[in-house]
């Protein structure tokens, strides 16, 4: 999705997502392992939804986004946000505990989604961890999953344009579970929710 997109749905973002998306957020915080002082870093922030989570849990938060509506939404929440890309972070090597991104990956080329990666793992302390969530492949069939299956699809067609040809191209080639191993990094952790349609995937680097 365009910057100028996310700047436009900012004000209702929330509003419409977070009471799909508030039991992930919980999960992700609890794979996380954070107590007090864990330096955390969020890529793709947004509103600061996940990082309220983060920093109630006790984290040294950072977070980073490129639409500047977003974050202003984020800094009601009093949150440490930068106005930066995710490609080319303006963070030195091997700073934090953790870095995530969430529901990020998929709506970016694929080039990119593995820079957005590189640049986690980068400024990731060697013995940190990452921790991705985003749409991958139900493990079995059922009810559950199609329903939400054919919801995912629905709403990334809704939204179009290379948004929803970028998510075709990377739920064709695996989705998360797939993508995440062509990197040198070791699965600690992982987790499936929305009828296995979101992997929560939680990885130690190499």
């Known amino acids: 999705m365009a ?9 209702y973002y929330d509003f419409v997502l977070e009471p799909v998306l ?8 609890g794979m996380s392992g954070v107590t007090s002082g864990t330096g955390v870093l969020e890529v793709a922030c947004g509103t600061g939804a996940q990082g309220e989570r983060f920093r109630k849990a006790g984290a040294l938060y950072t977070g980073v986004d490129l639409s500047p509506a977003m974050l202003a939404v984020a800094a009601k ?13 303006p963070m030195e090597d091997n700073l934090f505990d953790l870095s995530t991104i969430t529901l990020a990956l998929h709506e970016v080329a694929p080039e990119t989604s593995r820079e957005l990666v590189l640049e986690m793992i980068r400024v ?39 948004h929803y040809r970028n998510y075709l191209k990377f739920m064709d080639a695996g989705g998360l579970l797939s993508f995440l191993k062509t990197f040198d990094i070791e699965i600690s952790d992982q987790q499936l929710t929305f009828g296995g349609n979101i992997g929560i995937v939680k990885a130690s680097l190499k």
Not at 22 to 29: H, N
């Open 3 to 11: 910057v100028s997109e996310y700047n436009s749905m900012a004000s």
């Open 22 to 29: 508030w039991r992930m957020r919980r999960t992700i915080v």
């Open 77 to 89: 929440r009093n949150l440490g946000c930068l106005h930066a890309d995710g490609t080319s972070l």
């Open 124 to 162: 990731t302390k060697n013995e940190g961890s990452i921790l991705i969530a985003d749409y991958t492949l139900p493990g079995k069939n059922s009810l559950y999953s199609n329903i939400g299956r054919k919801s995912v699809h629905y709403i990334e067609k809704l939204v179009g344009g290379s």
